[in-house]
């Protein structure tokens, strides 16, 4: 695909290292050159100097022949009119970058023109609001409208995970579930097969019907329902994740140091706590009934400011902590220190965006990828197919099946209704399945079937 990013900031650096890594034809557009000359000699990308709304700009960049036009700038309004500009002058598809509530709804109920809006912040918070759901997840992403869902979890001695087989597990819990991937303390990524043997702090992802994910939950760790969350820092994921939380209804307080942003916060939210302080001040926290809390949440601007706070709560026995950290090398730091999960705002932005990408990559073959999550660091793929009449093995039993041996297939939908496949199982023709691959790149079903 040909595809023109406007924005050479964080997150378009983030989605030009990925997409210019599948092969795509990418221009890139920026108002500063010497950004511009970073990229095109670390990427295989060309630069265009300039505004991205900017008609001449647009049409040196070869706008009429793009199949997608992607404004990522710091500034909404900027991407919002480079959008609108590219769609009039021939770009098939625009996707936007838009941080502001008022812009993101205006934007998201009405038909103006956008194929798609990405909003990082709203974006950011849904994922902590999934993973909040249950203490012991470490994330938890959703598939086939939600009738899906894939859960991270650590295993641990007294989880009853620790030394089971996984062609046991079906007798070890009261729903279905199906581990697809296994990461080991050395690092090591794994697709596992019925003989593959867990081990405590392996960290595991395991698919089930979204009905039966609390139940595993439960028998695994005792978990029960969220009740308070503690926000440091009361920017746009902080408002986004404390309405979605109270429409749960979990209790939440926010501590922000900004004593205009207090105010408007308390204008924004109802029945949320507004603190305003220095979130830094563990004896606040203190205060403030951390160690009554069930999750600590960190939101602060900087990520060592962020990495400090969480690794500090953690060591006051917080049930669970989750910070939001942008540079990736500090990730696999703080998951040894214990901190549940690390949240990414430019990563969701990118990965957003890249799976719009596969699936408007052209023909499909078996069937195209309607929703992708990079699990495992990046070293594997959770892709959601719509299963076409081309599929090279509808209506075959799985048992007759060969799938590659770095793929699993981990559910199969059908009617609404969630099935974990076994060896009599069939794929037919409109099914939505569920994949985990540690291929890189794929975006066509028949490419995971030997």
Do not use: W
Not at 70 to 84: F, M, P, Q, Y
Not at 129 to 154: H, M, N, P, R
Not at 180 to 198: H, N, Q, S, W
Not at 221 to 250: C, E, P, W
């Amino acid at each position: 695909m040909k595809i023109i990013v406007v924005g050479a900031g964080n997150v378009g650096r983030e989605l030009v290292a990925r997409l210019s890594a599948e092969g795509h034809d990418i221009i890139v557009i920026d108002s500063s050159e010497k950004k511009l000359n970073e990229f095109i000699d670390r990427y295989d990308v060309m630069g265009v100097v300039g505004n991205g709304a900017d008609f001449d700009v647009l049409e040196e960049a070869g706008i009429g022949t793009t199949d997608l036009f992607v404004a990522c700038t710091a500034h909404d309004e900027l991407n919002i009119l480079c959008s609108l500009v590219a769609k009039k002058l021939g770009a098939k598809d625009t996707v936007s970058r838009v941080r502001s509530p008022e812009y993101f709804e205006l934007f998201k109920e009405r038909d103006l023109g956008l194929t798609m809006m990405v909003n990082p912040e709203y974006e950011t918070a849904m994922e902590i609001a999934a993973a909040l759901k249950y203490l012991s997840a470490i994330k938890i992403e959703t598939f086939a409208d939600g009738s899906v869902s894939l859960a991270e979890v650590k295993v641990t001695a007294n989880s009853g995970l620790d030394g089971l087989e996984l062609k046991d597990i079906r007798n070890r819990f009261s729903v279905r579930v199906l581990v697809c991937a296994v990461e080991r303390e050395d690092g090591k990524v794994y697709i596992p097969r019925g003989d593959f043997t867990l081990k405590e702090r392996d960290t595991i992802h395991v698919a089930a019907a979204s009905k039966d994910i609390g139940t595993f939950f439960k028998e695994i760790s005792g978990d029960k329902l969220m009740k308070r969350v503690m926000i440091a820092g009361g920017g746009k994921i902080a408002y986004y994740l404390a309405k979605k939380l109270r429409s749960q209804g979990i209790k939440v307080k926010i501590i922000e140091s900004d004593e205009e942003r207090c105010r408007i916060l308390g204008e924004m939210l109802e029945k949320v706590e507004i603190v305003h302080g220095d979130a830094s001040d563990l004896g606040l926290l203190l205060d403030e009934g951390l160690r009554r809390t069930d999750a600590f949440v960190s939101l602060c601007t900087l990520d060592e400011q962020n990495i400090i706070m969480s690794l500090s709560v953690r060591n006051q026995g917080a049930k669970k902590v989750i910070a939001r950290v942008e540079k990736s090398g500090y990730y696999k730091m703080l998951q040894d220190a214990g901190v549940d999960s690390v949240v990414s705002s430019k990563a969701i932005t990118a990965d957003l965006i890249a799976r719009f990408v596969r699936s408007r990559s052209g023909l499909k073959s078996g069937g195209a990828v309607k929703k992708l999550i990079r699990i495992m660091n990046d070293r594997a793929e959770t892709l959601e197919f719509t299963v076409a009449a081309s599929f090279n093995a509808l209506d075959v039993p799985l048992k007759d099946v060969k799938f590659s041996d770095n793929a699993l297939l981990a559910t199969i939908i059908r009617n609404g209704e969630v099935f974990i496949p076994d060896g009599d199982s069939v794929i037919k023709e409109g099914d939505t399945v569920i994949v985990v691959t540690t291929n890189e790149y794929t975006d066509e079903l028949n490419d995971l079937v030997e």
